[in-house]
T-cell receptor, first 113, second 113 residues
Framework: DTGVSQNPRHKITKRGQNVTFRCDPI?????LYWYRQTLGQGPEFLTY????????KSRLLSDRFSAERPKGSFSTLEIQRTEQGDSAMYLC???????????FGSGTRLTVV | AQSVTQLGSHVSVSEGALVLLRCNYS??????LFWYVQYPNQGLQLLLK??????LVKGINGFEAEFKKSETSFHLTKPSAHMSDAAEYFC???????????FGKGTKLSVKP
């Protein structure tokens, strides 16, 4: 068990560019979550997958955001036409609907300049 | 709907003193409650969680929390603070059957020598 892995750890991008983050969950976990954490705030839920199905999306997930989990394993979160307000830590978590557990990755810190 | 309120955005204690971090929740269903710790530029590490059963929950690093339904509280305590406890602490409640978490805004704990 290598934990939840997120790449890259840091990303600096110019406003208007597209960025993509990757999350590799714990292998036996069928649930995967994305959260966003801005400075001085707690994490806020963005979206949730059970296997490859995206079952819930927060209102925070604007049309510029898209998440996929094509084979029910790793997931990607893409932000199109980035804005300065997108600067945040993006956290991924995974869990098992059978065994429980809820493990966070170390996050990807996005800075939009 | 679920919500979490953490009283005190910043708590300062002396090394060896009692740590008390306050968390109150709101939930329309029996809650699952969590405490996480976050060190700078890191992800979230689970300290402890309450699901059902015993209301006094013991976690890692000497922390414990007590679920008090009548007070809708889940305060985190540690008898004797250590310098390494300095970090940000988040209380969270599970929101919905999918297990996405609703977080408080966090309490930053400082430990003075």
């Amino acid at each position: 068990d290598t934990g939840v892995s997120q790449n890259p750890r840091h990303k600096i991008t110019k406003r208007g560019q597209n960025v993509t983050f990757r999350c590799d969950p714990i292998s036996e976990h069928n649930r995967l979550y994305w959260y966003r954490q801005t400075l001085g705030q707690g994490p806020e839920f963005l979206t949730y997958f059970q296997n490859e199905a995206q079952l819930e999306k927060s209102r925070l997930l604007s049309d510029r955001f898209s998440a996929e989990r094509p084979k029910g394993s790793f997931s990607t979160l893409e932000i199109q036409r980035t804005e300065q307000g997108d600067s945040a830590m993006y956290l991924c978590a995974s869990s098992s609907s059978i065994k429980g557990g809820y493990t966070f990755g170390s996050g990807t810190r996005l800075t939009v300049v | 709907a679920q919500s979490v309120t953490q009283l005190g955005s910043h708590v300062s204690v002396s090394e060896g003193a009692l740590v008390l971090l306050r968390c109150n929740y709101s939930s329309s269903v029996p809650p699952y409650l969590f405490w996480y710790v976050q060190y700078p530029n890191q992800g979230l590490q689970l300290l402890l969680k309450y699901t059902t059963g015993a209301t006094l929950v013991k976690g890692i690093n000497g922390f414990e929390a007590e679920f008090k339904k009548s007070e809708t509280s889940f305060h985190l305590t540690k008898p004797s603070a250590h310098m390494s406890d300095a970090a940000e602490y988040f209380c969270a409640v599970s929101g919905g059957s999918q297990g996405n978490l609703i977080f408080g805004k966090g309490t930053k704990l400082s430990v003075k020598p």
